[in-house]
């Protein structure tokens, strides 16, 4: 699938059809987020595909910024082990969330290409998620994304006018 | 170009030609960046984009992780005064930090596409870059991103085997 195609298609999902996603197509996920980029080359993200079922659904409950029920959840985590033993000191405050948040954009553009939707987000009950899925203290859970066969059109809110983002060489008042 | 060629030709870029690079195909890094999610649909993401030669040189000094003197060099910032307005209780401690993440991701898959690279960076002087670019207090710096025409081949460091990264339903030690 052409890029601009991929990157113009990707929108939050919230409506998810009740099939399952296969194994291989989780694993493309996964394959296509560890391509982005990661400072230090730590490589700290783990990658938690929740796809049993009652698992799911207890993820659900403890997460209110979910959607849709969606059959897949993924978590995606920092070790934090590996990153204190490892990186700068930039890494642990932001430098290994930054690298979860592009992994992320990199599986949900991936995701488009194989029709299916997702949604990222940080409303979740913490510690409910961490139980569930039987995370030790040296991992920290930097977001959730929901996954699935999309159902429906989504919502694609429009983008502020460039004049509002994008300035060139200095910073300039719009407002 | 094909989505699978663009997320496999990402690599981060330490060596440019000192060649300028067209304001049209520097928009177009922006647009894409736009595209990416933004929590709660804050859009608080702003990109000064120094294309200034003498500016760009003085960034690059203060900038101990920029290598191979960019071109042109974008502060990806968050715009705070709108995060406190419009945002959550989670959006001024690492929503827009991540989106910040996810837009300058889809910035650099875009700039492979249009041959350009890039590298992301969190090492630099934060006042000195804040002064040059005339941030005010409003606006956080998140991290900046070289761009230019790439000379040689990038490194392109091996991931980590997939069963280190992966993990089904649950958390599983692999060490």
Redesign the interface.
Known sequence: ????D???G?H?IRRFRQEQVP?ALL?QL???A????T?S?L?A????????PS?VHKLDLFSPGLSGNPPVIIAVCSDLEEVSRRG?K?SLE??C??????A???L???AV?LGLGTC?I??YHEQSVRR?????DT?RL??LISVGWPEGEPRA?Q??P?EQ???????E?TK
């Open positions: 699938m052409e890029f601009t991929v990157i113009a990707r939050s194994t694993e996964i394959a296509a560890v391509q982005a980029p400072a080359n490589q993200w783990r990658f938690l595909v929740a796809v049993e698992l700068s930039h932001y430098g969330m930054m690298d979860a948040a592009m992320a954009e990199n949900m553009l991936k290409e990222a940080k409303s569930l899925l039987k995370l030790p991992l930097e977001l809110p983008r502020k460039m983002v994008l300035f060139f060489n200095e910073w008042e």
